[in-house]
């Protein structure tokens, strides 16, 4: 299971750091990711770690950092220079035994989290 927090309000321009946090078994292995989710919109890749390398969705290339802590079971989302746009619901999520071509792919994770709000306000 994963529980996802971190999220809140900020203006833009500000910065949040997201945390996942999961439990039941050993997620070193897995590729972790997270997306992002507005109204009446499909959810969009955000960024993963594959085989330990970093992989970003180019809306925040440059301005978020995904990182894990593999001994704690946790991985991260690090936001800054925040916009209006990034507002969105985000998701943590986990999978196993992806390939690369497929790690943009939400139908292609096994675990989620449930979400935590970001709200950037201009």
């Known amino acids: 299971q994963l529980q996802a927090s971190g999220g809140g309000s900020v203006q833009a321009g500000g910065s949040l750091r997201l945390s996942c946090a999961a439990s039941?078994?050993?997620?070193?292995?897995?590729?972790t990711a997270w997306f992002r989710q507005t109204p009446g919109k499909e959810r969009e890749f955000v960024a993963a770690?594959?085989?330990?390398?970093?992989y970003y969705g180019d809306s925040v290339k440059g301005r978020f950092t995904i990182s894990r802590a593999n001994a704690e079971n946790t991985f991260y989302l690090q936001m800054a220079s925040l916009k209006p746009e990034d507002t969105a619901v985000y998701y943590c999520?986990?999978?196993?035994?992806?390939?690369?071509?497929?790690?943009?792919?939400?139908?292609?994770?096994?675990?989620w989290g449930q979400g935590t709000l970001v709200t950037v306000s201009s």
């Open positions: 770690i594959w085989r330990s390398r970093t």
């Open positions: 999520a986990a999978g196993a035994n992806l390939i690369l071509s497929s790690i943009r792919s939400p139908s292609r994770y096994n675990y």
């Open positions: 039941g078994g050993v997620f070193s292995s897995y590729t």
